[in-house]
């Protein structure tokens, strides 16, 4: 009896093998360890919640969950954590716009995040602390900022963060300390390199503000966007961690300023290693909500393309180089799938459980996948590795050449691949059930034109279903139908 494929995880096994990160601060790969007990802890800067994200964003959150899928590949554990950003000058602008309060307008945004991780694959964090549940950690960090005499309120009520009075402000984006004004300072969330000066730890409540303000000792007001990160990663993490992530876009001034005011408060490393990925472009230009140049993947998912799909192509690139998003990436993407699916099909229909070492192409593919991996997430490397693997278990397949319990460790094989990929479709003979009457009524109706050696009624039926999006093949075992 041949048995329906199911993975049982034989290949993940505790590796700890060693991975090399680029950090951004040291602009050169590193060998990369946890701090304490196997055990890594990354904070993932997460989304301000205003509006829909689009697929750059996620370029960034699936890049971010391939770095945790690796790091589990490895062995290691790991608590991440994602902030949702539900105060700042973008929030409460849609807020004051729709007339409802702050949390009002926030919750669909939130909900529509989770539900498109969902779609694209992309594992749960362990934490997703929103801002406004952290105000009381947010009011201590500055606190502790006044005391340090890092931190000093200006006559308009917010409270600013002095960098002349860090040394060692400017180590992650390089700046010349020498170009910083005395005095100068900048009041909004975001700003280029060159008009540096102190930044805004609390924004004192003006009309601009509506209703949503806190009270703090220095006055009414709100945090901003740079300390809500700072307060949430080091109460979930402690102050110093493994690893921060976010877009390229976050390295200054966010993950400056984070530095900032968590060295400048606690006096200890904050971060051992930060990753950045480059963002998703669309003809050249950064995608973005103020460009306009977007997709959400709610528009792409409308068009067909499934959430798989779509992962494949935010993930199918290095994460240190730009991407370019285009609709051929998308067909490509499919036309790859559909080529690990049928050899999926294949190796599934002849696997049975035994003993049996994996072919010695699949032990190279298996070494070729962990050292892309671990070469700073070498993504189209661990591509490469996969596709030798398929056309090799292709030819052994054709060529008869290939054990049903050897088929079996393959497929495990593909399995532990997919554990950091996340796009592989296992079991899809099980989804059979769930074939439409009308569908199976044309594949009976073909069999029959096919036991009366009717070709041309059978190629016809075979057009039929493909423009109703399902393909046939012929096989010894009879006809398999796939949905497309
Ligand atoms: P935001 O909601 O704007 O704070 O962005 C959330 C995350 O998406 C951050 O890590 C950004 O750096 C990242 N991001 C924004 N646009 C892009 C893009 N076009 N490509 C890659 N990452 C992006
Ligand atoms: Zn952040």
């Not at 590193?30 to 007990?37: I, M, R, S, T």
């Not at 059979?432 to 096919?450: F, G, K, M, N, W």
Request: glycine share 6%; hydrophobic share 40%; charged share 25%.
């Amino acid at each position: 009896m041949r048995l329906a494929y199911a993975p049982c995880g034989i290949f993940e096994r505790n590796y700890m093998m060693k991975m090399n990160f680029y950090n951004s601060m040291s602009r050169s790969k590193e060998a990369f360890k946890p701090l304490k007990d196997n055990h890594v802890r990354m904070y993932t800067c997460g989304p301000t919640v205003y509006n829909f994200a689009h697929i750059g964003n996620f370029r960034a959150y699936t890049f971010e969950d391939i770095l945790r899928r690796v790091i589990k590949f490895n062995g290691y554990g790991i608590t991440q954590v994602m902030n949702l950003t539900d105060v700042d000058d973008k929030t409460i602008r849609g807020a004051l716009e729709q007339g409802v309060p702050l949390k009002h307008f926030t919750a669909p945004f939130i909900a529509s995040f989770f539900d498109d991780l969902r779609i694209l694959n992309i594992e749960p964090a362990e934490v997703y602390p929103a801002a406004t549940d952290h105000i009381p950690e947010m009011i201590a960090l500055i606190q502790k900022l006044f005391d340090k005499n890092l931190a000093y309120k200006s006559d308009d009520g917010s409270v600013y963060f002095s960098v002349a009075k860090l040394p060692s402000y400017g180590k992650l984006a390089n700046l010349d300390r020498t170009k910083l004004r005395a005095g100068s300072r900048v009041s909004h969330d975001e700003y280029e390199k060159e008009s540096y000066g102190d930044f805004a730890l609390w924004k004192g409540w003006d009309a601009n503000d509506g209703d949503v303000a806190w009270d703090a000792p220095w006055g009414k007001g709100r945090p901003g966007w740079h300390l809500e990160c700072s307060a949430m990663a080091m109460k979930y993490l402690g102050a110093s961690f493994d690893l921060h992530t976010g877009g390229i876009d976050n390295l200054f001034p966010h993950h400056e300023n984070e530095i900032a005011q968590s060295e400048g408060a606690t006096g200890e490393p904050y971060v051992q290693l930060w990753m950045h990925c480059a963002h998703l472009r669309v003809n050249g230009e950064k995608m973005s909500k103020s460009l306009g140049n977007f997709f959400t993947l709610r528009d792409l998912t409308d068009k067909g393309w499934s959430g798989r799909e779509i992962r494949y192509v935010l993930i199918n690139g290095h994460y240190r180089q730009p991407l370019n998003f285009t609709f051929d990436a998308l067909d490509a993407a499919r036309v790859s799938l559909a080529r690990v699916d049928e050899c999926i099909d294949a190796l599934s229909a002849m696997a049975a459980p035994g003993e049996q070492a994996l072919p010695e192409w699949a032990q190279r593919a298996q070494l070729a996948f962990s050292a892309a991996v671990n070469d700073d997430l070498n993504l189209p490397e661990a591509f490469a590795a996969l596709f030798n693997l398929v056309r090799e278990a292709n030819s052994a397949l054709s060529a008869s050449a290939l054990a049903p319990a050897a088929a079996s460790a393959v497929l495990e094989l593909l399995a532990s691949f997919d554990t950091v990929l996340g796009v592989i479709h296992f079991g899809r003979k099980s989804q059979c059930a769930e074939i439409p009457a009308e569908i199976q009524s044309l594949v009976d109706a073909r069999a029959t034109a096919r036991t009366e050696k009717n070709w041309a009624e059978s190629d016809r039926i075979r057009d039929l279903l493909a423009a109703q999006g399902w393909s046939i093949r012929d096989s010894k075992d009879g006809q398999r139908l796939k949905k497309l």
